[in-house]
T-cell receptor, first 113, second 110 residues
Framework: NAGVTQTPKFQVLKTGQSMTLQCAQD?????MYWYRQDPGMGLRLIYY???????DKGEVPNGYNVSRLNKREFSLRLESAAPSQTSVYFC????????????FGPGTRLLVL | QKEVEQNSGPLSVPEGAIASLNCTYS??????FFWYRQYSGKSPELIMS????GDKEDGRFTAQLNKASQYVSLLIRDSQPSDSATYLC??????????FGAGTRLTVKP
């Protein structure tokens, strides 16, 4: 079991460029999440998907879009990157039977110049 | 007021001592509470979950919950240098989205 995987591990973008962060889990979990982590701010929820075919906004959704491609995969898209989106992005998943225990991927470090 | 507050630290304790990490939360109807450990440059990993008032022990770790005071803590007994990390408190409020504190950085000195 790989658990939760994320690609890429590191990315540098110029302001205005777009990119998609990929996340996949092999634990057959129903729920998946995207967080960003900034110094002194803790983890903040961007979007989540409670089940295949559904997505909902979290605490900081502006500037992002998501797609729950299937049960395994949940992608995060930045349409027009801004320096304020420089952060570490974590994907997580949880089981429907115990939704609140979340398992995290290794993270993607994004730098927007 | 932040929904979940933690002292940012750094908290420094000698090896073998008890480390005490504290967290307060603002939403009175919160029902689920978690402690995650995050090593530098790594992803968070779950250490403990607690749902009822009182203490919950798992090895060297004890989580304590007081819903009336809206307070949750984590005690680490016999602290080891390998416990040096940032500890994140997480709470599930009425909105059902997990909210994290900013974390407390713990250093255990040999």
């Amino acid at each position: 079991n790989a658990g939760v995987t994320q690609t890429p591990k590191f990315q540098v973008l110029k302001t205005g460029q777009s990119m998609t962060l990929q996340c996949a889990q092999d634990m057959n979990h129903n729920s998946m999440y995207w967080y960003r982590q900034d110094p002194g701010m803790g983890l903040r929820l961007i979007y989540y998907s409670a089940s295949e075919g559904t997505t909902d906004k979290g605490e900081v959704p502006n500037g992002y879009n998501v797609s729950r491609l299937n049960k395994r995969e949940f992608s995060l898209r930045l349409e027009s990157a801004a320096p304020s989106q420089t952060s570490v992005y974590f994907c997580a998943s949880s089981d429907g039977a115990d939704q609140e225990t979340q398992y995290f991927g290794p993270g993607t470090r994004l730098l927007v110049l | 007021q932040k929904e979940v507050e933690q002292n940012s630290g750094p908290l420094s304790v000698p090896e073998g001592a008890i480390a005490s990490l504290n967290c307060t939360y603002s939403d009175r109807v919160s029902q689920s509470f978690f402690w995650y450990r995050q090593y530098s440059g790594k992803s968070p990993e779950l250490i403990m979950s607690i749902y009822s008032n009182g203490d919950k022990e798992d090895g060297r770790f004890t989580a304590q919950l007081n819903k009336a005071s809206q307070y949750v803590s984590l005690l680490i007994r016999d602290s080891q240098p390998s416990d040096s990390a940032t500890y994140l408190c997480a709470v599930v409020p009425w909105s059902n989205d997990m909210r994290f504190g900013a974390g407390t950085r713990l250093t255990v000195k040999p």
